[in-house]
């Protein structure tokens, strides 16, 4: 398919039918829980569509970035009518969505229907959702020169995922009550980063610019806009009130996401941010784990993604990003020690090969093995399995520090997997 040529909506549809994506995502976790899986290595998210889902196998590499990110949409509003729904993804069933995602674009965003004097009118149903989705992605030469450009670019368009839910819940639902929930919506994102901004002197000004920009692109009253211009200049701080505490996980979860994102630009992460971090966790009702992941999340998918995106390689060391994602790692799992401990102790193959590895060198093959067997179990953990780990970085050397040794048996010696270095060092064989 290609995504540049009209009636791309039904060559992908074609494409598409044939993948049954619930088959490939973890029983355990709940609908919002597997569509923030499914959806968060995309990019979309974040505002930079790096990929299709990698389930689809689908290759994008060579699609332009406005186009990429149309198909991305709107593989994510058909995940959030298909995984809500529990369907297989048949092309009546994608046809199906399709004319539900016209409904409520038609409902939250009027505008995007209108007919322009110059255009034709769509012949189909699914050539008027590809008019639609022209309109609602915008993506400008420069988005991806500088991280705040690219974060506040397209960072509502999961926002439209998360409303379009709203409305799969009441597919009646009166149009002012939907375009309310997410002027709402839009309103407790500027109030979050209007804290963010205002935390950190040093950057403050530059990011003030493209805090505006991002008002911009909010669905605001133009009066209202006006007023949130200056809301960084208010101390929010102590008046930062979510209207959400009780929403739903997966609203909260992409506000935190989006603050952890925010602080994380400028590579450093100050006592006051930190604070505000952990305050804002408790204030919409996510733990301290929670809280971490929301942090590896992000730091996996810069992880994930570093060649692919301008701004990853210019904002972050990636020695001092690998140490501190082993640090959220550890934090996690020993939240789950008895687990994990359980797990090791249960997986014969494992264990025996953690005890031949105290009588000799194990091989290249079998510590590849110890790898993937660990990294199974890791990816037992609710908290972990949302997450597309960064597989490449989590080396043996590296498992061994996320992992607490007090959780494999007595027999183990993960010193065992280190040699001799000159001057007294060890090495760690990487494996």
Do not use: C
């Not at 355990?28 to 299709?52: R, T, V």
């Amino acid at each position: 398919m290609d995504p540049t040529e009209i009636n791309w909506i039904e060559k992908y549809f074609e494409e598409r039918q044939s993948f049954v994506f619930t088959n490939s995502l973890p029983s355990e976790l709940d609908y919002e829980q597997l569509l923030y899986k499914y959806l968060q290595p995309s990019g979309i998210i974040y505002g930079h569509p790096i990929d299709l889902p990698s389930q689809l196998e689908i290759d994008t590499e060579d699609w332009p970035v406005k186009e990429r990110l149309e198909v991305i949409l709107l593989e994510g509003l058909l995940a959030a009518y298909i995984l809500k729904n529990k369907l297989k993804g048949s092309l009546s069933e994608l046809n199906d969505a399709a004319i539900l995602i016209k409904q409520f674009y038609e409902k939250i965003n009027p505008e995007l229907v209108k007919k322009s004097f110059f255009e034709r009118k769509p012949k189909t149903e699914l050539q008027a959702l590809e008019r639609i989705f022209a309109k609602r992605v915008k993506v400008k030469a420069e988005w991806n020169n500088t991280f705040w450009q690219g974060f506040f670019h397209n960072i509502l368009l999961f926002g439209d995922i998360i409303t379009f839910i709203k409305f799969l819940e009441n597919t009646s639902i009166i149009d002012s009550e939907l375009i309310e929930f997410e002027l709402n919506f839009h309103r407790q994102i500027l109030h979050m980063l209007s804290v963010v901004i205002s935390i950190n002197a040093d950057t403050k000004k530059e990011n003030i610019i493209y805090y505006h920009y991002f008002v911009e692109s909010t669905m605001l009253p133009k009066e209202e806009k006006k007023t949130a211009m200056l809301w960084h200049d208010n101390a929010f701080q102590n008046e930062f009130i979510l209207k959400y505490k009780e929403s739903s996980w997966l609203l909260r979860r992409y506000l935190l996401d989006l603050a952890a994102l925010s602080v994380w630009a400028d590579k450093t992460l100050t006592i006051l941010e930190k604070e505000f971090l952990i305050d804002l966790a408790e204030q919409i009702n996510i733990d301290s784990i929670d809280l971490e992941s929301s942090g590896f999340a992000v730091e996996t998918f810069v992880l994930n993604n570093w060649n692919k995106v301008y701004y990853l390689q210019q904002k972050q060391s990636y020695l001092a990003l690998s140490k501190r994602i082993a640090s959220r790692m550890k934090k996690i799992t020993i939240k789950y020690g008895s687990f994990i401990k359980q797990e090791i102790e249960e997986d014969k193959e494992l264990l025996a090969l953690l005890k031949l590895s105290h009588e000799r060198s194990l091989s290249i093959d079998e510590k590849d093995k110890i790898r993937r067997q660990l990294l199974d179990i890791l990816k037992l953990i609710p908290t972990i399995s949302m997450l597309a780990l960064p597989m490449a970085y989590l080396t043996i050397p590296i498992l061994m520090r996320v992992i607490p040794k007090e959780y494999f048996p007595s027999s183990f010696n993960p010193n065992a997997l280190t040699v001799p270095r000159t001057k007294g060092r060890s090495r760690i064989i990487e494996g």
